[in-house]
């Protein structure tokens, strides 16, 4: 079992960066790949990054390409998701989770807001 807490939202202007944060309790964390998810009011939740257990290998959604880097750190049982130069667009509650995800580790989430 693991359970995941998310971190490091907040409200930023266009252009701005943030870095969140996924701390994952248990011993399991390293065997998982991971992911970062969104969902923005009134839409459905979607993908945003993933990473594989080792983090070597690492996928993005065409609308964050360029802009967000994933990466983890297994022996602090943490991902993390560097995003630069956020739009309005990128406001949204961002979730991580295994890749793909299982329902039973969904968390709070942390919201991220991007003013214009």
């Known amino acids: 079992q693991v359970q995941l807490v998310e971190s490091g939202g907040g409200l930023v202007q266009a252009g701005g960066s943030l870095r969140l944060s996924c701390a994952a309790s248990?011993?399991?964390?390293?065997?998982?790949?991971m992911g970062w998810f969104r969902q923005a009011p009134g839409k459905e939740r979607e993908f945003v990054a993933g990473t594989v257990r080792s983090g070597g290998m690492t996928s993005y959604a065409d609308s964050v390409k360029g802009r967000f880097t994933i990466s983890r750190d297994n022996a602090k049982n943490t991902m993390y998701l560097q995003m630069n130069s956020l739009k309005p667009e990128d406001t949204a509650v961002y979730y991580c989770?295994?890749?793909?995800?299982?329902?039973?580790?969904w968390g709070q989430g942390t919201q991220v807001t991007v003013s214009s």
């Open positions: 989770n295994t890749d793909p995800p299982m329902r039973a580790y």
């Open positions: 248990g011993r399991n964390f390293s065997r998982f790949s």
